[in-house]
């Protein structure tokens, strides 16, 4: 993600920590969501890219997110930005606009195995043409013991 401007709020969100807001250029990775970890680290650009792997550079925790918006900034009807309002988990320096910024997901909540005692699922290939199912698996966890 690519961080263009950076906002400090007074507590957007009604906590004790402020919050900080993030401008990104639209659109972010899809699998972001309200409650995953934001964090940034410099970068060194390269000329294939840039690499994170800096001596001397730490990851920083920007915080939880808490509301996400994508936006039309220049008016002409496109969505051409993200705004990320996290919850800054302590006093952090705000990332520049040359800093990497990516984010993770809870553990205690987005775990991949399925609990219950009934699952049903349908595979279904909305395509015209021939398709082939080389494996389906499924991890399952008892839940009522």
């Keep these: 993600m690519t961080c263009l401007i950076v906002q400090l709020d007074n507590n957007l969100n009604n906590t004790n920590m402020p919050d900080i807001v993030l401008d990104l250029k639209y659109p972010v990775n899809e699998s972001c969501q309200v409650g995953d970890i934001a964090y940034y680290t410099a970068t060194n650009s ?4 840039f690499t994170v792997s800096q001596p001397g550079t ?3 925790k920007i915080g939880k997110i808490i509301k996400i918006v994508d936006t039309d900034s220049t008016g002409d009807g496109n969505l051409d930005l993200t705004k990320l309002t996290c919850d800054m988990s302590n006093v952090v320096t705000a990332p520049s606009g040359s800093d990497f910024i990516f984010f993770a997901k ?4 987005n775990e991949t195995a399925i609990l219950g005692y009934y699952n049903k699922v349908k595979f279904q290939n909305n395509s015209r043409q021939k398709a082939e199912l080389f494996s389906a698996s499924c991890e399952v966890t008892g839940n009522s013991e």
């Design 58 to 60: 730490d990851i920083v």
């Design 46 to 49: 390269i000329p294939a890219g």
């Design 106 to 109: 809870d553990r205690r909540v």
